[in-house]
């Protein structure tokens, strides 16, 4: 296992990355505290995202259409395909997600955590150039990114 990257409320763990896998996949693990809405709506350019639950419920909102997944749920995303989550519930939500093939690598979470403060709100821009560099597009609404705060 390797460390726990913190993203704001939101905990990952990395269990086997692109850099084990020949770039095969990125295999991790991710924690959210009750009541986190920690991601901004966003599409992958270029890999599909499988998640199986694992404790607790995460809320999905896949193409416009909510999704729960619990304990043993699973849900593929397809690359290209609109998508966030958030923990809506009073427990702790953990679930396992594989991404085919593996592009990001813990980098991705390490370099968007460092665009999150405890005494200011997220940098947007930063965080927003760190998806784009990854293949990640954020969803903008009204001109301007929408991300939640830590």
Avoid at 127 to 147: D, E, F
Wanted: hydrophobic share 35%; glycine share 8%.
């Amino acid at each position: 296992m390797h460390e726990t990257i913190r993203v704001g409320q939101m905990s990952v763990t990395f269990i086997k990355s692109r850099h084990e896998t020949q770039d095969s996949l990125d295999f991790f693990e991710v924690t959210l505290p009750p009541l986190v809405s920690v991601i901004v709506p966003h599409i992958h350019r270029d890999y599909d995202e499988t998640v199986i639950g694992m404790n607790g419920v995460t809320t999905w909102t896949v193409n416009g259409k909510q999704i729960l997944v619990g304990p043993g749920d699973q849900l593929f995303i397809e690359r290209g395909t609109p998508h966030f989550f958030c923990n809506l519930h009073d427990t702790t939500a953990r679930y396992v997600c594989v991404q085919t093939p593996g592009i990001m690598g813990p980098e991705y979470y390490q370099e968007i955590a460092e665009h999150y403060h405890t005494d200011a709100p997220p940098d947007v821009a930063g965080i927003s150039a760190v998806m784009n560099r990854y293949g990640v597009t954020p969803i903008l609404h009204n001109k301007q990114l929408t991300i939640a705060k830590p």
